[in-house]
């Protein structure tokens, strides 16, 4: 709430350089938001603060929930969250790696996904698994397409 209070007083004020100096948005990515607030408070001069935040959090958990019905976007939001987190944890993609690895050496064979299309989830340890066996499945065929020389 203390963020958008400060989204609100700001967009009111016209657009400073310094608008977004510490609420942890991009000036850029926020402008469309910058201009939907200056509209409500436009059409309804006489609302509160609380009301345009309850505004807007009622309309982008609608729209939240609606993007997350859809199975290519929701998919690919968990894809990108998933990747996010690997990057931003690199201790958790090495012990997701080294389990893959210790299972393809136990094997004696490449662990792969099956189908045609990955589907992630919000459980962290599968979908960070099937993000690591799609990269290594990537990387293996870039690597088989090039010839000895180019592979050396």
């Known amino acids: 709430m203390y963020n958008f ?6 967009s009111q004020n016209k657009y400073s350089k310094n608008i977004l100096k510490n609420i942890g948005y991009s000036e850029m990515s926020s402008q469309p938001f910058f201009k ?3 509209r409500y408070f436009e059409q309804y001069p006489d ?4 009301e345009a935040f309850l505004a807007f959090f009622e309309l982008s958990e609608k729209y939240s929930y ?3 019905l859809i199975p290519s976007i929701g998919n690919d939001t968990l894809r990108l969250n998933i990747c996010n987190y690997l990057l931003k944890n690199p201790n958790a993609l090495r012990v997701t790696y080294d389990k893959i690895h210790r299972e393809e050496e136990k094997k004696k064979k490449r662990v792969e996904l099956k189908g045609n299309t990955i589907k992630y989830t919000s459980n962290k340890l599968v979908s960070s698994r099937r993000a690591v066996i799609s990269a290594l499945t990537e990387i293996r065929l870039f690597k088989e397409s090039l010839s000895e020389e180019d592979r050396n």
């Open 5 to 10: 209070d400060n989204i609100l007083a700001r």
């Open 36 to 38: 939907l607030v200056k």
């Open 47 to 50: 609302a509160s603060n609380s």
């Open 66 to 68: 609606d993007l997350a």
